[in-house]
């Protein structure tokens, strides 16, 4: 079965960090550009940040610039998002996501595949 699988949310206070994983399995994400993206209670899901395949190129949305840093193990099939300086409005579900193409800024250009999400609660 084809799937991505995202790990490590939890809950955090403002100032903390977290690493979030996205594993996938059935697929090799070699050939993948893979963005996360996340949803808030009551918002639509936006895009987080990106990597390229190579893992060379990667684009991060303003509100995280300097604070997520996205990497991939290639040979271990994950990406990874660290997640640094956490404040209370990065509360949300993400989701990891990946497209057969390219990133379009901080967000993979027509998906094929999605994670279920994990949820990371920022709060003191």
């Known amino acids: 079965q084809l799937q991505l699988v995202e790990s490590g949310g939890g809950l955090v206070q403002p100032g903390g960090s977290l690493r979030l994983s996205c594993a996938a399995s059935g697929f090799t994400l070699d050939y993948y550009a893979i963005g996360w993206f996340r949803q808030a209670p009551g918002k639509e899901r936006e895009g987080v940040s990106c990597?390229?395949?190579?893992?060379?190129?990667?684009n991060y949305a303003d509100s995280v610039k300097g604070r997520f840093t996205i990497s991939r193990d290639n040979a271990k099939n994950t990406v990874y998002l660290q997640m640094n300086s956490l404040k209370p409005e990065d509360t949300a579900t993400y989701y990891c996501?990946?497209?057969?193409?390219?990133?379009?800024?901080?967000?993979?250009?027509?998906?094929?595949?999605w994670g279920k999400g994990t949820l990371v609660t920022v709060s003191s």
């Open positions: 996501a990946a497209s057969p193409y390219a990133c379009r800024g901080y967000v993979p250009y027509a998906i094929d595949y």
């Open positions: 990597i390229s395949r190579s893992g060379g190129s990667t």
